[in-house]
Every structure is written in structure tokens, then in C-alpha cells.
């Protein structure tokens, strides 16, 4: 059986949230995700095929996934 942080891994980005100034409203725009502040982060929640559609588009705006 999968652990959750499989799960986890899968359906969530989590970024400095910085790096998401002036791209959280076409983000959610583009892909059926919800933005969640933690602290210094955002965490990008989402279905696992939204969540691959978000770091696309993250990564065509020049976000680093790690």
C-alpha cells in the first residue's frame, strides 16, 4: 500500500511564497488548484493532474520546482 507522503507529493507544490507574487490569480485561472499560505510558503493543493498542469505553467514562468 502507497504511504501518504506519495499522495502528498502528488497532489501539492509547496514554494517560498514569494516566488508566487503576481502569479496566484492566473494560476488559479489556468488550473483548479487552491493556494494556501504557511507561514513563508505556499502550498499549491490540487488533483494530481492539476497540480501537473500548475508546475508547468510554474515552471513556464520561471519557478523552480524542487
Not at 517560498?16 to 493543493?45: M, N, W
Amino acid at each position: 500500500m502507497p504511504d501518504a507522503v506519495t499522495f502528498r507529493d502528488s497532489t501539492q507544490i509547496c514554494v517560498p511564497a514569494h516566488v508566487l507574487d503576481g502569479l496566484c490569480d492566473a494560476l488559479e485561472a489556468r488550473c483548479t488548484v487552491t493556494i494556501v499560505e504557511d507561514g513563508s510558503h505556499r502550498r499549491i493543493v490540487g488533483s494530481p493532474t492539476e497540480i501537473k498542469a500548475a508546475s508547468a505553467f510554474l515552471t513556464r514562468h520561471g519557478v523552480s520546482i524542487a
